[in-house]
């Protein structure tokens, strides 16, 4: 007996699957054809347009630079802006070159500014601290050393190559300004730096053999007038971790 209600109950079981597989069986078959044919389109259709649409941009970025290398800063500005205001990855590598083009082609160095600000305002990107010192760069005759070390920010805090850079900015502001004991003081540890390039170690030495050292303070030249013959041994000692300072760095 027992068998025949096992067969009674798996024939109840069929009964319902096959009810219930007619009842959704257009459904499954709806699902099945919108996933191949989603597959189809990306393969077909979709893939093959984002392709062509990055060898266009390519070849696009190739004939601006042609355009740049041959000082046709007018077209090469255009060219370089179409793909910079697009949605492609190249459009933050265009924007560099467009603020390039920008500054060498007519001097704009507010344009480029510009142009540089707006690719620094995505955070994240590869060009962000790029964009920052490249704006610097741009401005630095017109900035103020607050100013500037406004722009930079924590950039000069930077223990890579673009740190360096920025600090040696920062140097080379503090010389134009008449700050000679800071841009003394910023080159010589520059040459220290271990993450600094090897060009900027180069100019910092020779910054640091052009720059005169920093003039005594008018304080200094009172206290000196009034010493005696003897020498003061706090004074001689300060004269000398000075010097250790700047033969250091440290």
């Known amino acids: 007996m027992s068998d025949i209600f096992d067969e009674v109950e798996e024939s109840i079981r069929q009964d319902k699957m096959e009810g219930l597989w007619k009842r959704y069986r257009p459904f499954i078959y709806g699902a099945a054809a919108l996933l191949v044919g989603a597959v189809a389109l990306n393969e077909f259709v979709l893939r093959p347009q984002a392709e062509q649409a990055r060898n266009e941009r390519a070849l696009a970025f190739e004939t601006a630079l042609n355009l740049l290398e041959d000082d046709q800063y007018v077209e090469a500005e255009a060219a370089f802006r179409e793909l910079a205001e697009g949605n492609g990855k190249i459009a933050p590598l265009a924007a560099q070159y467009l603020a390039q ?16 600000s707006a690719a620094a305002a995505v955070e994240g990107s590869p060009y962000e601290r790029l964009s920052i010192l490249k704006t610097a760069y741009f401005s630095v005759d017109t900035q103020s050393m607050q100013d500037l070390e406004a722009t930079l920010g924590s950039l000069v805090e930077d223990e890579g190559p673009l740190g360096a850079l920025a600090r040696e900015l920062i140097a080379a502001k503090a010389f134009e300004t008449g700050d000679i004991a800071r841009a003394r003081t910023e080159f010589n ?57 700047e033969e250091t760095g440290q």
């Open 101 to 116: 083009t920008q500054y060498e082609g007519g001097g704009d160095a507010t344009s480029a500014t510009r142009t540089l």
């Open 189 to 245: 540890r520059l040459r220290f730096d271990a993450a600094a390039p090897e060009g900027v170690k180069r100019r910092a030495e020779i910054a640091l053999a052009a720059i005169p050292p920093a003039p005594a303070s008018a304080d200094a030249d009172e206290v000196d007038a009034g010493t005696t013959d003897a020498p003061d041994d706090s004074s001689a000692a300060a004269e000398t971790d000075s010097a250790d300072i």
